[in-house]
């Protein structure tokens, strides 16, 4: 379901553009209801407060034009921002998208657009404005909002809480690497890249169910996990053994795979979170990877077979 | 003053973007206060409504480099941003700026972002959040929201109402002119170029003393009239003699002059709005240039001395 917003805005371009916008408006129908002023108007629900966060792709920078259709690298945008909602653990209320369009973009807009409308429609957002301009590569920077009445932060976790980490790794980073390098990459692996789902009611979800902190997978499990340990003044600790992987890739290509769009969240061993039941209701995996300590030297720390046994652990900072 | 917020988020990038954060963060200070999550949380007033606008402002599309500092740039772009606010009578919350930036901008950084927090600091605006990427032109994508429990729009104007503009028009469309022409702009139309003044107390008194529609000024007189009457499913009239013009500037430049970020409103003739009330306030003029008239062939009418008097009056459309 599409939350109606009673007004919303699309800066008219010139010439070409305003037939650009006709028809992302009529890709978005309903899903971009009221457009006309200057700005959209929207009620957060009393009692929650506003989550807004925004987020860019840039052609040549988060990706590029031979990886992926129009209509892929404008669903694949729209997720990605929209992950910021569920690492806070917040309802899309609505979305804004700027689009800086080159004029050799200009006859992909409608499929652009059409990919957006997608991915606004699976998170059940509402499309309630957005800016277009011309520009020397394709951008799409996103503006989500949300709401919520119980935010989850990368701060709260707390020394002997239970590390999980939604869905499995390793997807999304290997598929970029076949990429880069040249390669085709694994169908299995080329769906994660593509389409990340923005894991919105599993966010809440968790919240629901004792999680106190979390953050979602854009930098890479390492990488996030060391965001959250930071703002949260713990370690944390990992087990590479644990880690819920995807076929064809190993724990360690896992975790500095970025743009996952997974949770990973703290929980009280206390909470006790039942993984069989998220993934009955989610029909996905929630496992547990780790534990976290009182702030060690390093914020993450890596145990594991994969380990060598020499060093018994590793550091990660 | 700057409402506080409890959480923002500012995306870190890689290597020298690292360095340029801290020091945007360092030169916003309290203004951007809890820089750390994926979302910033945000809390709208009881009994008011959300407004949210986009607004791009990219180099060699909207401005050229050699045209204004680094400051400059930071704080026109902001400036023209919280001006969608204005145009929809709303209080400011607080902005997010999505930046795209090449290599031989890092530098300016620190400038761009005074110039953000000073254009904040004057619209007691919070700077919430951002994002940063890496692009090969110079790009301010922001995001302003505010909150309002009467909010201003394009669509209301009545036959019968009274059309009004704040402050004195042309300024800001004669330096552009002069600066394309490679001819250095008169000052005082300079300053209207490189410092436009988002009028959002103004507009908040406008809505409370009876004013029932408005637009605020980023196309030109004419064509942002023309928005307006669409959107009312009116016509407007307006004498060119009447407009209030800045010195130089004759007045059929003046009615085509963009980027001007003043106000056009209508007002039913009971509602009595009192110039010289809003110009004590404001220092800032109040003229009343036009009437609203039931629906004609052409949105906007043009009267006045310097329309050909054969002709009777011009249709703009």
Known sequence: VIPASTSSHLRLGEGAEFDAIRSMLGEWGSRAAGIGDDGALLDVPAGERLVVSTDASIENVHFRREWLSAQQIGARAAAA????LAAMAATPLGLLLALGVPPDWQAELTELARGVGVAAERAGCAIVGGNIARSSALSLTFTVLGSTSQALHRAGAKAGDIVYVTGRLGG?????????AGRVPRPAHMERFVAPVPRLAESRWLVEHGVHAGIDLSDGLLADLGHLARASGV????DLDRLPLVDD????AAAV???EYELVVAAPRAA???????????DLSLT?????RDALDSPVIVVGARVDPARGHDHFS
């Open 81 to 84: 921002a929209l992950s910021d």
């Open 172 to 180: 999304a980073g290997a598929a970029l690497a076949s990429l880069l």
């Open 235 to 238: 370690s944390v600790e990992i």
């Open 249 to 252: 890739v190993d724990a360690a």
């Open 257 to 259: 795979s970025g743009e």
């Open 272 to 282: 006790r979170l039942r993984p069989e039941e998220f993934a009955k209701r989610f």
């Open 288 to 292: 547990e990877i780790g534990v976290v």
